[in-house]
């Protein structure tokens, strides 16, 4: 056992708690708890858990974490030692381009020539037919007598009367939807309005205006616990999100005029609500735990 995790369990047990009560307070799993006690963080996701489960240990007991941190350093991993998988570090080079790769690039500058000789070859058809057509119609009409046409005064003040209508139609064509413009006014919409209103410690409210709906979305990132209820304190959800289970979850809260949101790791959990994204008021890296409050303003009111 660990100098941080022999005072841990103490501060436990003088507080009278057991490691049941202790992950009911935390959302934490019990080897977790176990492991955090006994110095054993190898069974954890990675070094971000430990630190946050750590805090949250802390936080539950009355302690401060940032203490916590300072005086145990050497005992608890630090976030930016974790490595990377190995998977991302690899980059593919000219050699894994396959053989099936390298035969479609032998096959396109046949393909580009062909078009060449084909687009070619239309161009001169189209120059052929243009200039032979243009000399048998010089030749026909230097064998035969030109055609005059002659227009009547009538069809000429046919066509200008057709044109005064033309354009007297389109005038008032332009006259009408112009009255229909300004007799129907279009109507914006107001967007909805998600503005947080005020924040202290890890708790933060926001007010949703001008929103037909209110639904929430959230969608894990990583691993974490959530929990939503309504004004009244009835739950609507509540449980583990992660990225190889249950990833998402959406609680319609139509009739509700409040959602309050427990998240138990803010780093890894995204929030929508009527699709629109939540922009955390206090910074996940600061505040891991964080309470949310909601307040729908419906749009009647």
């Known amino acids: 056992m660990t100098e941080l995790g022999n005072r841990l369990k103490e501060e436990r047990l003088a507080k009278g708690l057991s490691l049941e009560d202790l992950q009911s307070i935390t959302k934490i799993q019990k080897r977790y708890l176990i492991g955090i006690e006994e110095g054993n963080y190898s069974s954890m996701p990675g070094n971000f ?44 080079t000219r050699k894994t381009v396959t053989e099936g790769s390298s035969k479609i690039f032998d096959i396109i500058p046949k393909v580009l020539i062909g078009v060449f000789i084909i687009g070619a070859a239309g161009l001169l058809y189209f120059f052929f037919v243009n200039n032979v057509g243009d000399k048998a119609n010089d030749q026909v009409n230097e064998e035969n007598e030109p055609v005059k046409f002659v227009r009547s005064e009538n069809l000429d003040k046919a066509d200008e009367t057709e044109k005064e209508n033309t354009k007297e139609n389109e005038e008032e064509e332009k006259n009408d939807e112009q009255k229909t413009v300004e007799e129907n006014p279009v109507v914006e919409t107001p967007k909805q309005e998600l503005t947080a209103v005020q924040n202290s410690g890890k708790n933060s409210t926001y007010d949703l205006k001008n929103a037909d709906k209110f639904v929430v979305k959230l969608v894990s990132t990583g691993n974490t616990w959530v929990s939503v209820k309504n004004g009244s304190g009835i739950s609507k959800f509540n449980g583990m999100l992660s990225n190889t289970g249950t990833q998402s979850t959406e609680v319609d809260l139509a009739g509700e005029s409040k959602a309050v ?23 996940p890296a600061d505040q891991v735990v964080q309470n949310i409050t909601i307040q729908y303003v419906p749009k009647n009111e």
């Open 49 to 92: 858990y430990v630190r946050a489960f750590v805090k949250q240990y802390a936080e539950a007991l009355q302690l401060n974490p940032e203490e916590i941190f300072e005086t145990y350093k050497n005992e608890i991993p630090a976030t930016h030692n974790e490595d990377l998988p190995e998977k991302l570090s690899r980059v593919k």
């Open 261 to 283: 949101i427990v998240v138990g790791n803010a780093v890894g959990t995204e929030i929508y609500v009527n699709d629109q994204k939540l922009e955390y008021a206090i910074a």
